[in-house]
């Protein structure tokens, strides 16, 4: 069959088409939700679905955003599409037990712990930068295990939530969860969990525990109980890369909020945006203008490094210049 090189920038592209699809996973109703007349294809693995993008056997399949970008840096013949099907949380999952009920408590507790005193944002610095040498899991087989050892299960084929590196298992989640168990004197046993078996494993009680940018729904959330979201995103398209360069797959120089520190940020004039920005931001060097396009057009011109503007609008200034993300 001949490929067609035709870059795919928008979903009604792919109505009617072969999608790839992870057993077992919420992407099955997810795709029949968003594609129309899809012709479903599954797989064990998001790698085996980049080969078969790359090779035409599938148009396309669906993941959680920041799974896509970490998948796309590292595969450059697939781009995602920017636009978000959902908005949605991560979270740890437990069994819906007195003692999953216990440690969903302790976790809730140490996550607004950590989001208070920063730490939360470096975990996030390390796992979502580009600085390899960060990446680093404390030894979770040397934790002490004064009040029992936890069972957790990951899929670790959800970088950068969990993923196997030299050998071992490491990633956002994974980082997070030894964190907790050294601060609540737990020791921690790592279990490698098909997608497919991986909810069934928590409910049953198998796992104490499971976390691998696990999205929080209505339907999982009758089978355990769920952390509060440690991670927020939502699910994007990913397709063939035919030759354009995304803004989303770019090389950026922004990747947390501590990396637009000391830099130009344009804001509207009057707006709550400057307030807000002071607040997340060391150092913001703030520049005031009167409208959107003034905005995009410094941006534009690198008298600007960024511009703050609420989602729809951002949305659509980036559908207009795609240069821009």
């Known amino acids: 069959q001949e490929q067609d090189d035709t ?31 899809a ?14 993008v790359e090779q035409g056997k599938i148009a396309a399949f669906l993941m959680d ?10 595969s450059t013949g697939v781009v995602y599409l920017q ?22 408590d302790q976790i809730n507790a140490y996550l607004l712990q950590i989001q208070s005193d920063g730490t939360l944002e470096e975990i996030e610095s390390i796992w979502f930068g580009t600085d390899e040498a960060r990446k680093v899991v404390e030894d979770w087989t ?6 029992g050892t936890l069972d957790m299960a990951i899929n670790a084929n959800t970088a950068p939530f969990a993923y196997v590196k030299n050998g071992q298992p490491v990633g956002y989640d994974v980082d997070m ?4 168990c050294r601060a609540y004197g737990y020791g921690l046993e790592i279990h490698n969990v098909e997608q497919a078996s991986f909810v069934a494993g928590v409910e049953a009680g198998k796992y104490d525990l499971g976390a691998c940018g696990l999205t929080v729904t209505e339907e999982r959330a009758e089978q355990v109980y769920f952390s509060q979201p440690n991670y927020y995103g939502g699910i994007v398209v990913v397709v063939a890369n035919r030759g354009t360069k995304s803004a989303a797959t770019a090389d950026v120089r922004f990747e947390t909020l501590a990396d637009f520190s000391g830099v ?7 707006s709550s945006h400057d307030k807000i920005i002071r607040g997340l931001i060391d150092n913001a060097d703030l520049q005031y203008y009167d409208d959107l ?21 951002a949305q659509l200034s980036i559908a207009r210049q795609p240069e821009l993300a």
């Open 7 to 37: 870059q795919i920038t928008d979903i009604r592209q792919l109505d009617g088409q072969n999608i790839g699809v992870i057993t077992g996973s919420v992407f099955d109703t997810y795709t029949d939700q968003f594609i129309q007349d």
């Open 39 to 52: 012709e479903k294809e599954y797989y064990s693995t998001y790698a085996d679905m980049v080969l078969a």
């Open 65 to 74: 955003e920041p799974m896509a970008r970490t998948l796309c840096a590292q």
């Open 83 to 104: 636009d978000f099907l959902t908005e949605d949380g991560y979270a740890f999952a437990f069994p819906k037990t007195e003692q999953g009920a216990q440690l969903r």
């Open 142 to 147: 040397a934790l002490p295990a004064t009040n």
């Open 177 to 180: 969860a030894v964190r907790f």
């Open 264 to 270: 130009a940020i344009g804001t509207i004039s009057g």
């Open 293 to 313: 396009p003034s905005q995009l057009l410094a941006l534009q011109s690198g008298m600007l490094d960024a511009v703050v503007v609420d989602l729809p609008l």
